[in-house]
């Protein structure tokens, strides 16, 4: 069986990537982190709320303004951590690489851009995964490949599952 994709990497999908990373091999971790982060954020607003004169109370001031801006930066950060992450991966990626066609087969896959040819074996994707736009490759807790649903050619989406989990001996994890 063969199967291609045209990838675009834009903004979407890099988010879809990072969601993806933080979802499977990062998954402990985050979760950690988000305990963590969001304490942070509750200790932050109840600090705000804490006179000088040792209770809670209401005192509009700097100290206020500055503590209650720390926590809904926090919160913003926790609440769009895979849209942040995509970001700053996309601005990383390498000139030349935002689009790749790449072409499935039994031995492996080749992903070819503007930098040339790579092929990849299917031993190496630590773990499957995808969401409704996409399917996305783990290799690492900082690299992943992604490639478009509606782009695929040689078959469907469910055949591609199929397909790549026999490849792999890993199931396709839903994000």
Known sequence: MRFSFVNEYNQEAMAAMARALRRTVRAKHNRRTHVFGWIAAALAVLLAFWTREGG???AFGPRFVVTIAAAVLLAAVLIGEDSLNGYIA???????TGRAEVVFDENGFTSTTEL???AFRYDRILALAEDDKYFIFVYSESHAQIYDK???AGGTPEEFRAFMEGMT????LKV
Request: hydrophobic share 35%; charged share 20%; proline share 10%.
């Open 56 to 58: 809670f109370g209401f």
């Open 90 to 96: 996309f601005k990383r990626l390498p000139p030349g």
């Open 116 to 118: 040339g040819v790579s």
């Open 150 to 152: 509606r782009t695929i």
């Open 169 to 172: 001996g890993k199931q396709v």
